[in-house]
């Protein structure tokens, strides 16, 4: 099954929930998690909304847009959850504007229990290299002062 959520402002409830359905080509059951973001906490929840068997389940969150220039995914980290039964630790993969939550059983099977699961989301900003006029500046002042300095040696 495969649910979409484009262009998704943050921080208003549900970013991915059941009305993002897009196609479910194998004619599967279930396997619906909804996902929300807290911005102020960092944490990202996936709440399953049914207990399907399942071999994977696969999360992407793909073109991030920060407010912030600069700013980029650093590190994902399981918090705490009990999504899966029998218990599967995600694989959890990020880029600096992506991330990837990955359960995989095969060749067994897993059963969403219909609760939930959250990840802390940790990001930085670049630092912002010095502008070149600075340093011209500060050229230009040290020139100067060698100029000055040659002019009163004469």
């Known amino acids: 099954m495969v649910h979409e959520s484009l262009n998704q402002t943050i921080g208003?409830?549900?970013?991915?929930?059941?009305?993002?359905?897009?196609?479910?080509?194998?004619a599967w059951l279930g396997g619906e998690i909804w996902m929300d973001f807290d911005p102020l906490s960092s944490i990202l929840t996936l709440d399953s909304q049914d207990t399907f068997d399942f071999q994977t389940f696969d999360a992407w969150i793909t073109n991030v847009q920060f407010d912030v220039a600069g700013e980029s995914i650093t590190r994902i980290s399981f918090l705490q959850g009990d999504i899966t039964s029998p218990t599967i630790s995600p694989l959890l993969s990020f880029g600096d504007n992506s991330l990837h939550i990955q359960y995989d059983s095969r060749p067994d099977f897993f059963d969403?229990?219909?609760?939930?699961a959250s990840f802390l989301i940790e990001t930085s900003i670049a630092s912002v290299p010095e502008p070149?006029?600075?340093?011209?500046?500060g050229l230009g002042l040290a020139g100067f002062g060698f100029a000055r300095r040659n002019k009163s040696a004469s």
């Not at 969403?112 to 939930?116: L, M, N």
């Not at 070149?132 to 500046?137: R, T, V």
Request: proline share 4%.
């Open 132 to 137: 070149s006029s600075l340093l011209l500046f």
């Open 112 to 116: 969403f229990t219909g609760g939930s």
């Open 12 to 26: 208003a409830g549900n970013e991915l929930d059941g009305s993002h359905f897009v196609s479910n080509p194998s």
